[in-house]
């Protein structure tokens, strides 16, 4: 009986806040100017129109949060009124369900700056998405169609999202083409949640790194104002850690196959997985879910025209794109940038990628050392081989140290005397945006590659010392 009567409670308490807050937000949506201006904002960025001056933002955001402090406030005065609770009851179900709101709001706040930059047109997509999204509007994709002959160096897979958004009008195609990276951007952002609670069963280090990837300015800059799909292949390279993580290698190869077939910067974190199989995490036989994750989603692309070997062809042209040694990345490339001459940039290309190699060399002979693969050991791991990857290679873009920005946020949250690790990162990273993006230079090249070099050499110490170091602090307790 009194089972029946708390379900009784429980159902009465979830119908009135429904009711108590649709009936408030009509009501607001009548006489309240702060509403009205939320919505004139919105139409204004559909139209066309942008606001003028930091006024008119500070406006718009301030209407923003009175809105959302009177949703909070009627949610309480709904739960007063008709949860039936005492307010010790009262306390315990808004602590329980904190998280919750405070995950929406957040979420609310990154979706209104996400949509700040969608009007903003960026020179990828003007050079390169939006021809391909309208050759796709001419050629449809069909077999035989614009996937089977357009030219691009991105794989059939993006190719396949811009062609399903080809049939949309085409004044609002640019929006679809963001839309699709931020949906990403808050996957990422679950599957980074979900990483880290994994890791350290913490709700507050969890919501703090849901939160980060929302905010952070690359992965916002990327999805809303760049229109570009990194938030995609990272995704599901984050989502093959979580699985690893959990033992469940099989499932962690297939979406690292699928990250794969978009990406060919997914290689990033191939040496993370080749040492996990020296370390017997996963079986040889255990490929072929990798191939399966690739060849399944390439199969899909196939059957609307796009050719087996167009995979390939995309890999030919993304390797031989550029000669530049750095496309204003961070890397060690960054501290010789502006070298013009063929010969020279030919040796240092060279001897990057030797370099790379005999870096992760060392990461994997210095592993073998001590072969425990205990959770904090792989988060380390996995920034640290990454990090190696992208910052000695050659001819690397700006946008490829998205994965990494990724990955520390995560290790920074699992090792928290760590933390300013993260923030140097991200701030490299995102500050290398603004020229390409904006034309704003904040800082000479060399300084964010001498910053990202000094985090390269604090996570391999960080590392030498987890091997070498028998039950250290870190190992004891995240």
């Known amino acids: 009986m009194n089972r029946i009567f708390q379900r009784v409670k429980i159902l009465t308490f979830s119908i009135g806040v429904v009711l108590f807050v649709v009936a408030a937000i009509l009501v607001w949506l009548r006489h309240n100017n702060n509403v009205k201006i939320i919505l004139d904002f919105a139409e204004n960025n559909i139209l066309g129109r942008k606001l003028n001056n930091y006024q008119e933002w500070f406006a718009v955001v301030r209407s923003a949060i009175a809105v959302g402090i009177a949703g909070f406030f009627c949610w309480a005065a709904a739960s007063i009124t008709l949860a039936f609770v005492s307010i010790e009851q009262l306390l315990l179900v808004t ?15 990154a979706l209104l700056l996400r949509v700040s930059g969608l009007e903003y047109v960026s020179i990828d997509y003007s050079a390169f998405i939006e021809p391909w999204t309208n050759y796709l509007r001419q050629n449809n994709i069909t077999r035989g169609g614009g996937l089977a002959t357009i030219d691009s160096n991105y794989t059939a897979p993006y190719l396949l999202i811009l062609g399903f958004i080809s049939y949309l009008p ?3 195609a640019l929006a679809a083409v963001k839309f699709v990276s931020i949906l990403f951007d808050f996957i990422l952002s679950v599957v980074v949640f979900k990483t880290v609670f994994f890791v350290t069963k913490s709700l507050k280090k969890s919501f703090a ?3 980060a990837v929302l905010f952070c300015p690359t992965v916002f800059l990327n999805s809303g104002f760049w229109a570009q799909c990194d938030g995609i292949y990272t995704t599901f390279l984050i989502l093959a850690l979580l699985f690893f993580l959990q033992n469940k290698a099989r499932w962690a190869l ?15 974190i191939l040496p993370f997985i080749i040492i996990l199989y020296i370390f017997g995490k996963w079986k040889f036989k255990d490929l072929l879910f990798a191939f399966i994750g690739f060849f399944g ?9 796009s050719p087996v070997y167009y995979w390939l062809l995309a890999l030919v042209k993304q390797l031989g794109g550029y ?3 750095t496309l204003n990345a961070p890397t060690v490339f960054g501290l010789v940038n502006g070298i013009n001459n063929s010969v020279a940039g030919a040796a240092l290309s060279n001897a990057g990628i030797i370099f790379t190699a005999s870096m992760l060399a060392g990461v994997f002979f210095m592993s073998l050392y001590k072969r425990t693969t205990d ?26 140290f998205y994965v990494v920005e990724i990955a520390s946020i995560i290790y920074a949250a699992c090792f928290p005397k760590r933390w300013f690790v993260c923030p140097l990162i991200i701030f490299s990273g995102s500050s290398v945006y603004m020229p390409f993006l904006f034309g704003i230079t904040v ?12 985090c390269v050499i604090l996570l391999s110490k960080w590392h030498i010392e987890s091997v070498l170091i028998k039950d250290t602090a870190t190992e004891r307790k995240l």
């Not at 369900?97 to 706040?109: E, K, N």
């Not at 199969?299 to 025209?305: H, R």
């Open 95 to 109: 602590r329980k369900h904190l998280l919750g709101v405070s995950l929406f709001f957040a979420s609310l706040l």
């Open 170 to 172: 085409e004044n609002i």
């Open 209 to 211: 790194s849901f939160c």
């Open 254 to 268: 297939l979406v690292y196959g699928i990250a794969f077939s978009f990406k060919l910067q997914s290689i990033f």
């Open 297 to 305: 989603i390439t199969a899909v692309t196939w059957l609307f025209g």
């Open 323 to 325: 000669s530049e040694l």
């Open 375 to 400: 959770m904090g050991k792989m988060v380390s791991l996995y920034l640290l081989s990454a990090m190696i990857t992208v910052y000695f290679l050659p001819h690397m873009h700006e946008r490829y």
């Open 443 to 454: 800082f000479d090249l060399r300084i964010f590659s001498c910053i990202m070099l000094f």
